[in-house]
Nanobody, 120 residues
């Protein structure tokens, strides 16, 4: 069984910063891609960022220049540093952890979600 624990969400004013983290534990031989998704109040799901086991990253255009994704492989943890937050960043953020050796999206383990609310 694989467990993911997210933390770091909260309420912040526009222009502020938050850092999300997600730690995976359990029966997962090797961690491959790690990603963050978000679901907006309008119920749209968006891939925010991902980082491969090689360290290659990709961010959505809407967050480029403001968000950074990183990982600590020794702790099986992925981080999302969010700076210059905007009201439109308000969403529930979910981490996605995928086992090494699979194509992106083939096998996904999800965190419980953490609410990020940005006030104007």
């Amino acid at each position: 069984q694989v467990q993911l624990v997210e933390s770091g969400g909260g309420l912040v004013q526009a222009g502020g910063s938050l850092r999300l983290s997600c730690t995976v534990s359990g029966n997962l031989f090797a961690v491959g891609l790690m990603a963050w998704y978000r679901r907006t109040p309008g119920n749209q799901r968006e891939l925010v960022a991902y980082i491969k086991s090689s360290g290659t990253t990709n961010l959505a255009d809407s967050v480029k220049g403001r968000f950074t994704i990183s990982r600590d492989n020794t702790k099986n943890t992925v981080f999302l540093q969010m700076n210059s937050l905007k009201v439109e960043d308000t969403a529930v953020y979910y981490c996605d952890i995928e086992p090494y050796g699979y194509g992106m999206g083939e096998v996904q383990y999800w965190g419980q979600g953490t609410q990020v609310t940005v006030s104007s």
